[in-house]
T-cell receptor, first 115, second 112 residues
Framework: GAVVSQHPSWVICKSGTSVKIECRSL??????MFWYRQFPKQSLMLMAT?????????EQGVEKDKFLINHASLTLSTLTVTSAHPEDSSFYIC???????????FGPGTRLTVL | SQKIEQNSEALNIQEGKTATLTCNYT??????LQWYRQDPGRGPVFLLL???NEKEKRKERLKVTFDTTLKQSLFHITASQPADSATYLC???????????WGAGTKLIIKP
């Protein structure tokens, strides 16, 4: 149980385009999901906390207009990287928490490369 | 602000031995401390959670200790196997609000 999927697993796009990444909890309902980015050999950096039915809470330094988060249902959150630039190239990972639990269940991650 | 320190150097252990990884933090103790495993190009996988008032937690070959006086958690893998090779991350949940503060991880290499 507690499986989280992400789609796509990797994406290559041209600079200036937008990319949408989906995060789904497959066998549980997730009222809270998190979006992280991770650079090589570095720690996970929390970008935002996504709550179903409400606006996401962004961490300091993360542009909410650039990284659009939508948590439309208890099993789906999406991250859209708008007007992507090469510096947005990174590994994006989502996680979800089961109501009443404390551990986070992570998706497999999405490798974004912006040319 | 809270800082987490994990050994940045890779840890090389002979198969069959016990691997011990360290996680140190600087400020007040978290409500929970968690350990995750991350393989290259993959998302982290939850391993163990230990609460502030717990000293030790075990799961199969894994053991976690939590010393709030030393502000340190140790993560042990006994009878280590090459398949245990991965990066191990510790994470602190300060206020039981699900948000975690992450260490950079320690790469563990188990040699056959």
């Amino acid at each position: 149980g507690a499986v989280v999927s992400q789609h796509p697993s990797w994406v290559i796009c041209k600079s200036g385009t937008s990319v949408k990444i989906e995060c789904r909890s497959l066998d549980f309902q997730a009222t809270t999901m998190f979006w992280y980015r991770q650079f090589p050999k570095q720690s996970l950096m929390l970008m935002a906390t996504s709550n179903e039915g409400s606006k996401a809470t962004y961490e300091q330094g993360v542009e909410k207009d650039k990284f659009l988060i939508n948590h439309a249902s208890l099993t789906l959150s999406t991250l859209t990287v708008t007007s992507a630039h090469p510096e947005d190239s990174s590994f994006y990972i989502c996680s979800a928490v089961i109501a009443g639990g404390n551990e986070q269940f992570f998706g497999p991650g999405t490798r974004l490369t912006v040319l | 602000s809270q800082k987490i320190e994990q050994n940045s150097e890779a840890l090389n252990i002979q198969e069959g031995k016990t691997a011990t990884l360290t996680c140190n933090y600087t400020n007040y103790s978290p409500a929970y401390l968690q350990w995750y495993r991350q393989d290259p190009g993959r998302g982290p996988v939850f391993l163990l959670l230990i609460r502030e008032n717990e000293k030790e937690k075990r799961k199969e070959r894994l053991k976690v200790t939590f010393d709030t006086t030393l502000k340190q958690s140790l993560f042990h893998i006994t009878a280590s196997q090459p398949a245990d090779s991965a990066t191990y991350l510790c994470a602190l949940d300060m206020d039981s609000n699900y948000q975690l503060i992450w260490g950079a991880g320690t790469k563990l290499i188990i040699k056959p």
